[in-house]
């Protein structure tokens, strides 16, 4: 892959989702997200198109090692046809073109490892480009809830406390995120689980540990047995 273009998926995947969030708060959030994405998906089908060649020449080259393979396989049994005819030139010529083909063998072994290596980088790539294309849909999705959730508290009387609560806490979590993100280009918290969903997960992860620490003193008293 050029190193133009390694740069630029290296560029993509480090960048954080603080970026695609400042864009939305500008003055035309729309087109600022959608040219994001674009860039994104410029990217990715470039790589893929390297992908789509590297393949390519990967299968080429190993046409080419199963062919000289295959008539190395095919000289020595003309050889021995040769020497049993008491064509010793002709099993000479064949030896020669043996030697040849036992030259370009590991030449060929190295091209292929290296056309492998080529390809699952690139295969890499894709999947932390793709990964990173959803991470900032996800974003933008999370960001416009969480506008949608605060408008909604802000504009609706009668809301109860406890909804009321729960829209402070989402605006609280995403100006944490939004932080988060801008000073360490990682993810912050999970906008999109509510009070209740984080309770009841934080309950089964405790059911979970609870259940491999009864199955690991099982393990225990059974070896001692």
Known sequence: MADSLKARVARMVAASVHALIDHIEDQ??????????????????????????????????????ARLNSQHVELTGQIDTAMAQAREDLARAAVARQLDIEAQ???LETTLADFALQESELQGYVAALLAKKREMEEALQAFRASRAASQAATGTQGVTPSRSAEHRMDDITGAFDRIHQ?????????QKKSLQQSAQLKELDDLVRD????ERMAQIKASKA
């Open 28 to 65: 035309n959030p729309g087109a600022a997200m959608e040219q994001s994405l674009r860039e994104a998906d410029g990217v990715i089908d470039e790589v893929r198109q390297e992908l789509g060649k590297t393949s390519a020449n990967r299968h080429l080259a190993q046409q080419q090692h």
């Open 182 to 190: 801008r000073q360490t280009g990682l993810s912050g918290t999970d």
């Open 211 to 214: 259940n491999k620490i009864a």
């Open 105 to 107: 063998i590991p030449v």
